[in-house]
């Protein structure tokens, strides 16, 4: 997995670009507890498909979770639900999409909805 940028953004959160199957045990290996995949299917012909991912994040011994979303149109439903993932799966957590960019802006959306809501 060394062709894999993975940069930490918050405490407990880092964010990648796109995972395949074959990467998920060195992500175990390296002491991530949950995968967080927030890139739909086909977006992109050679991209694997959400299913192998989980099953492959499952054989790992990783939680996984699927939370699609669309570059630039975050929902506030999916805003709720990724921070709801942050406060409730086992840390640390890896996000990723195609390039890190989209699980960092949801990161950022999911501060600004906090520092709103207090």
Same mark, same amino acid.
């Given at each position: 997995?060394?062709?894999?940028?993975?940069q930490?953004?918050?405490?407990?959160?880092?964010?990648? &670009?796109?995972?395949?199957?074959?990467?998920?045990? =060195?992500? $175990? /290996? @390296?002491?991530?507890?949950? +995968?967080?995949?927030?890139? %739909?299917?086909?977006?992109? &012909?050679?991209?694997?498909?959400?299913?192998?991912? =989980?099953? $492959? /994040? @499952?054989?790992?011994?990783? +939680?996984?979770?699927?939370? %699609?979303?669309?570059?630039?149109q975050?929902?506030?439903?999916?805003?709720?639900?990724f921070?709801?993932?942050?406060?409730?799966?086992?840390?640390?957590?890896?996000?990723?999409?195609?390039?890190?960019?989209?699980?960092?802006?949801?990161?950022?959306?999911v501060?600004?909805?906090?520092?709103?809501?207090?």
């Amino acid at each position: 997995m060394s062709s894999i940028q993975i940069q930490q953004i918050a405490e407990g959160l880092w964010v990648s &670009p796109q995972l395949r199957p074959a990467d998920l045990a =060195e992500v $175990a /290996a @390296k002491g991530f507890r949950t +995968v967080l995949n927030n890139r %739909p299917d086909h977006e992109a &012909p050679d991209q694997p498909l959400q299913s192998e991912i =989980e099953a $492959a /994040a @499952k054989q790992a011994g990783l +939680v996984y979770e699927y939370l %699609p979303v669309v570059p630039g149109q975050f929902t506030e439903a999916q805003v709720a639900a990724f921070d709801k993932h942050l406060r409730e799966l086992p840390a640390p957590i890896l996000a990723f999409c195609r390039s890190g960019n989209r699980c960092s802006m949801l990161f950022s959306a999911v501060m600004a909805r906090r520092q709103s809501q207090q």
